[in-house]
């Protein structure tokens, strides 16, 4: 009678760590589709908008220097020029 209880109780044991695997497996699939949908939400909503990359951000920014560095140089030209200008009169 006791090997019975022992014998009754490891199934009793196993059947409830099966199911509460399956539903453990049942509660984790949901979870696995809202992530997946709220990636592909998030995928659409950056796509629709007009972003630019951190590499074209960083072109644009140098693009810049390089032509403020460019128009310093010009306004000096145009300064010396006026000078002799001046000078000249």
Do not use: G
């Not at 044991?13 to 709220?38: F, G, S, Y």
């Not at 032509?67 to 010396?80: G, I, P, S, W, Y």
């Amino acid at each position: 009678m006791l090997n019975c209880a022992l014998l009754s109780t490891a199934m009793d044991q196993t059947m409830i760590e099966t199911l509460l695997q399956a539903i453990l497996q049942q509660v984790e699939q949901p979870k696995k589709d809202l992530e997946h949908n709220i990636r592909a939400l998030l995928n659409e909503a950056v796509a629709k908008m007009d972003l630019v990359s951190k590499e074209e951000i960083e072109r644009q920014r140098t693009a810049l220097n390089n032509a403020n560095h460019r128009l310093n140089d010009l306004l000096k030209q145009v300064e010396a020029l006026e000078e002799k200008i001046s000078n000249k009169k």
